[in-house]
């Protein structure tokens, strides 16, 4: 340890142009300060299986530091890098703490103490492709994968947030999840039309929808049509007024809120023709009452 402690210290002395700098060497430590006292200085410490390099300046109470830590009767190096915890410390065993010197069972840990982001990643390429972060472990024998998350170039000028996994069986990256420029959110299709598109099947406890209402059929100047009406109607196009055909729904699809409100319309209408239908009938059953008493 002895020998490369003097080759550092010999580096250290060649690389620093301050010729009056004091240097002092007490067997395990070199120190290099500047002459005036003020200012960062280095130290370079080698102490049994234990290295560390580090510049502190006392005028602000700031420090960095590099240990290097080698084990007992082998070549293993690489032990352990501090930095100040004012700056944000790194540390490592294995495992890569950022923030913190406790990484503990995570191969990389951050930690801020701030309520800024954590992590920023960015892409300075000023060409087409994607920006992601990608979790891979497709070389597994049992149920490999492949996570992804980011950026990616779907279409020119659109620039949208996808969720891709692999899929086991054709070995397939699949965007299962994806957010477009405009806010639309797909699932199952890369392209969405509307504020949640989904290529698949939805289930639900309940679907809460504001929209307009059939209210407007209990207004004294809505017309309803007479029965004999509805039933030509019928007769020549096969589904009921306002209502859309069969062709018109595989082609176009239904609005859920929309159809929810003709449908009732209908049950309204039809409410108001019984209604009348009543009148009829009672206004029947008291002339045939009335003839009867005759």
């Given at each position: 340890m002895t020998?490369?402690?003097k ?5 250290l002395?060649l690389m620093?142009a ?6 002092t ?15 960062p200085?280095?130290?370079?410490n ?12 006392n005028?602000?109470d700031?420090w960095w530091?590099?240990?290097?830590k080698?084990q ?7 032990y352990?890098?501090v930095?100040d ?7 490592t065993?294995?495992?890569v703490g950022?923030?913190?010197?406790t990484p503990?069972?995570?191969p990389?840990f951050v ?7 954590l ?10 492709g994607?920006?992601?972060?990608q ?8 149920n ?5 998350v ?12 996808g969720f ?5 069986t054709s ?5 299962r999840?994806?957010i477009n420029?405009?806010?639309n959110?797909g ?9 949640l598109?989904?290529?698949g099947t ?7 929808v504001?929209?307009g209402w059939?209210?407007y ?5 809505y017309?309803?049509r007479p ?6 109607f019928?007769?020549a196009?096969?589904h009921?007024p306002?209502?859309?055909s069969?062709?018109e ?5 239904v609005?859920?809120?929309?159809m ?13 023709q019984?209604i ?9 059953a ?9």
């Amino acid at each position: 340890m002895t020998k490369y402690m003097k080759l550092a210290w010999l580096a250290l002395a060649l690389m620093t142009a301050d010729t009056a700098a004091t240097q002092t060497y007490n067997g395990t430590a070199f120190t290099l300060a500047p002459p005036s006292g003020v200012g960062p200085g280095q130290f370079i410490n080698g102490n049994g299986d234990a290295a560390t390099f580090s510049t502190v300046d006392n005028e602000i109470d700031s420090w960095w530091g590099l240990g290097i830590k080698s084990q007992c009767c082998s070549n293993y190096v690489g032990y352990g890098i501090v930095f100040d915890a004012r700056a944000g410390s790194i540390y490592t065993q294995g495992n890569v703490g950022i923030g913190t010197t406790t990484p503990g069972l995570y191969p990389l840990f951050v930690k801020n103490s701030g309520h800024w982001q954590l992590l920023n990643l960015q892409n300075p390429s000023t060409s087409p492709g994607a920006a992601v972060i990608q979790f891979d472990r497709s070389a597994a024998t049992a149920n490999p994968a492949v996570w992804t998350v980011g950026y990616s170039d779907y279409n020119a000028g659109d620039w949208p947030l996808g969720f891709t996994v692999m899929d086991a069986t054709s070995g397939s990256n699949l965007t299962r999840l994806l957010i477009n420029a405009s806010g639309n959110v797909g699932i199952g299709t890369t392209s969405p039309q509307y504020k949640l598109s989904v290529n698949g099947t939805i289930q639900a406890k309940e679907v809460l929808v504001n929209t307009g209402w059939a209210d407007y059929v209990f207004q004294p100047n809505y017309r309803v049509r007479p029965l004999a009406e509805v039933a030509a109607f019928i007769k020549a196009n096969h589904h009921l007024p306002d209502i859309p055909s069969e062709s018109e729904v595989k082609e176009n699809g239904v609005s859920l809120g929309d159809m929810q409100a003709k449908l009732l319309a209908k049950i309204e209408e039809l409410t108001l023709q019984m209604i009348q239908l009543d009148k009829k009938n009672r206004a029947l059953a008291k002339k045939v009452a009335q003839l009867k008493g005759r």
